[in-house]
């Protein structure tokens, strides 16, 4: 399921989820998919979030931080050098986080594993 969304509602606030486990990113996608109006755009790995980004604004990131080709810290670092991009908020996931990750501003951490809800009052109160 790579940069599909389920809704086609240009009002919907989009959510890319990059994570490059299949199963965690289905499951995730499903999830808020049919638990909430965001529409969501799956990638695998980091250059196929980027090359989403070049079509739509999302407003906020779920990035898994181990993406195998880059890491989702350096994502980041690629997603703030685009301008409508460098305010974005930003979601990392991982069960082992970086130090560094915590001294990035604007950068939220989500240790895994984690409620499914949580996650999504997680969008909820950064989407107010």
Same mark, same amino acid.
């Given at each position: ?45 980091g ?10 604004? #999302?407003? *906020?990131?779920? %990035?898994?931080y ?7 810290? @350096? $994502?980041?670092?690629h ?10 908020p930003m ?8 130090k560094?990750?915590?001294?990035? #501003?604007? *950068?939220?951490? %989500? ?9 999504? @009052? $997680? ?6």
């Amino acid at each position: 399921m790579d940069a599909q969304s389920e809704s086609d509602d240009p009002s919907a606030k989009t959510i890319p989820i990059v994570d490059d486990d299949p199963d965690i990113r289905e499951i995730v996608v499903q999830y808020i998919q049919a638990e909430t109006p965001y529409q969501i755009f799956a990638a695998p790995d980091g250059f196929t979030a980027l090359k989403i980004v070049q079509t739509i604004v #999302p407003h *906020v990131f779920l %990035l898994d931080y181990h993406l195998g080709s880059m890491t989702g810290l @350096q $994502l980041v670092t690629h997603l703030r050098s685009i301008k409508e991009h460098e305010r974005t908020p930003m979601i990392l996931m991982s069960a082992q986080m970086p130090k560094e990750v915590s001294e990035q #501003p604007g *950068v939220r951490i %989500l240790h895994k594993p984690f409620e499914l809800d949580d996650l999504a @009052q $997680l969008f909820a109160s950064i989407l107010m």
